[in-house]
């Protein structure tokens, strides 16, 4: 019992994970070098992702990515958005 429960969850949790739209920083324009400024690829990834009308993950992946300044606003049209970092988000010196 316990193994189809569990076989039920994953599938559902597969199907769940497999329909969300991921917007990738890099595809805006962002670069991991850890001195070019991301902010505005942050903010093109964010409002697409924001103005999808199904769940959507804003995904920074490995790298150093530095980010001026950026307000993540909303609502979403999709109430749910979500942000996956496994790089680092820098900040400009002096502020």
């Given at each position: 019992?316990?193994?189809?429960?569990?076989?039920?969850?994953v599938l559902f949790f597969?199907?769940?994970?497999a329909t969300m739209a991921a917007y990738n920083v890099l595809s805006f324009g962002a670069k991991p070098d850890g001195h070019s400024d991301s902010a505005?690829?942050?903010?093109?990834?964010?409002?697409?992702?924001?103005g999808d009308k199904e769940p959507a993950t804003l995904v920074v992946p490995?790298?150093?990515?530095?980010?001026?300044?950026?307000?993540?606003?909303?609502?979403?049209?999709?109430?749910?958005?979500?942000?996956?970092?496994?790089?680092?988000i820098?900040?400009?010196s002096g502020y």
């Amino acid at each position: 019992m316990a193994l189809q429960l569990t076989s039920a969850f994953v599938l559902f949790f597969s199907f769940f994970t497999a329909t969300m739209a991921a917007y990738n920083v890099l595809s805006f324009g962002a670069k991991p070098d850890g001195h070019s400024d991301s902010a505005p690829a942050f903010l093109d990834a964010w409002s697409e992702a924001c103005g999808d009308k199904e769940p959507a993950t804003l995904v920074v992946p490995e790298g150093d990515f530095r980010v001026s300044q950026a307000l993540f606003k909303g609502p979403c049209n999709n109430g749910d958005v979500q942000v996956l970092i496994k790089g680092n988000i820098v900040r400009n010196s002096g502020y």
